[in-house]
Nanobody
Framework: QVQLVESGGGLAQPGGSLRLSCAAS????????MSWARQAPGKGLEWVSS????????TYAESVKGRFTISRDNAKNMVYLQMNSLKPEDTALYYC?????????RGQGTQVTVSS
């Protein structure tokens, strides 16, 4: 079955950086676009970014454009989210999901907290 396991979350200061990773298994990874989504405390699920199958084309939510970079390694079945210039409003549980602009299926999430 589809398994998506996120890692790399933690506590960062405003202006800092974190790199999230997602290990995928149970499906042909190289045949699917992949996405990141997040859910902030008390808010709904928000799509963050997607990367197309080949890895050369990506799209971003306006709230993270210019600060976050999504990438993938099809040989390793991994997708990443490099987050720079972090803001307190980036605090959320971050999920890896299969599909374009998708939030399902997704993993269990990794917590990112941005605070001084």
């Amino acid at each position: 079955q589809v398994q998506l396991v996120e890692s790399g979350g933690g506590l960062a200061q405003p202006g800092g950086s974190l790199r999230l990773s997602c290990a995928a298994s149970g499906f042909t990874f190289s045949s699917y676009d992949m996405s990141w989504a997040r859910q902030a405390p008390g808010k709904g699920l928000e799509w963050v970014s997607s990367i197309y199958i080949g890895g050369s084309v990506a799209t971003y939510a306006e709230s993270v454009k210019g600060r976050f970079t999504i990438s993938r390694d099809n040989a390793k079945n991994m997708v990443y989210l490099q987050m720079n210039s972090l803001k307190p409003e980036d605090t959320a549980l971050y999920y890896c999901a299969r599909g374009l602009r998708s939030t399902w299926p997704r993993g269990q999430g990794t917590q990112v907290t941005v605070s001084s």
